[in-house]
Antibody, heavy 122, light 107 residues
Framework: EVQLVESGGGLAQPGRSLRLSCVAS????????MHWVRQAPGKGLEWVAG????????AYAESVRGRFTISRDNGKNSVHLDIHSPKTGDTARYYC???????????????WGQGTLVTVSS | EIVLTQSPATLSVSPGERATLSCRAS??????LAWYQQKPGQAPRLLIQ???SRATGIPARFSGSVSGTEFTLTISSLQSEDFAVYYC?????????FGGGTKVEVK
């Protein structure tokens, strides 16, 4: 069974970095693009970032470009999202999601974790 | 950038009735559209890909269709577990946009 488990969320102070992590089980991430998608409280879904199977292709939403860094460790079957200088507008539940396509990047998601909540407040 | 507009924002339906949800794209996007279901406190679940192909394990009461830039998700006979928020999403593009969602609630 495919499982994605996120961690690292919590209360974050504006300007202080934090790292979110996602550990996968039930499949090997080294064939898939992995993504982060977020959802502000009571709001809709927003794609944040994606990283290809070999880390050679990385993409970010304009709203987070330059502040967020996505990375992966295929050996540990894990993906990370570093949030630098968080803003109150970054408050959201952050979901780790698996791309549907093998090797290629389709930008849609057939498996999701339960998410980790990040609250940015001073 | 492509914008997806979902309507209605809220749909009130009785169990056993048919629900029809709409997602309109601001430009032609072929059939590169997915639908997701999200229940309270849960992660989204992929229902439909390619505008009309059900994802693995999705019941046949869920169906998707497209006419031009107008996409439709139909739930033929609502079950209690179908009351949720539904999102459409355009893919094979950066950034992949989501629609604003339609909440299907009990009438």
């Amino acid at each position: 069974e495919v499982q994605l488990v996120e961690s690292g969320g919590g209360l974050a102070q504006p300007g202080r970095s934090l790292r979110l992590s996602c550990v996968a089980s039930g499949f090997s991430i080294d064939e898939y693009t992995m993504h982060w998608v977020r959802q502000a409280p009571g709001k809709g879904l927003e794609w944040v970032a994606g990283i290809s199977w070999n880390s050679r292709s990385i993409a970010y939403a304009e709203s987070v470009r330059g502040r967020f860094t996505i990375s992966r460790d295929n050996g540990k079957n894990s993906v990370h999202l570093d949030i630098h200088s968080p803003k109150t507008g970054d408050t959201a539940r952050y979901y780790c999601a698996k791309d549907k396509e093998v090797i290629a990047t389709a930008y849609y998601f057939d498996s999701w974790g339960q998410g980790t909540l990040v609250t940015v407040s001073s | 950038e492509i914008v997806l507009t979902q309507s209605p924002a809220t749909l009130s339906v009785s169990p056993g009735e048919r629900a029809t949800l709409s997602c309109r794209a601001s430009q032609y996007i072929k059939t590169d559209l997915a639908w997701y279901q999200q229940k309270p406190g849960q992660a989204p679940r992929l229902l439909i890909q390619g505008a009309s192909s059900r994802a693995t394990g999705i019941p046949a009461r869920f169906s998707g269709s497209v006419s031009g830039t107008e996409f439709t998700l139909t739930i033929s006979s609502l079950q209690s577990e179908d009351f949720a928020v539904y999102y459409c999403q355009h893919y094979n593009t950066w950034p992949p946009p989501f629609g604003g969602g339609t909440k299907v609630e009990v009438k």
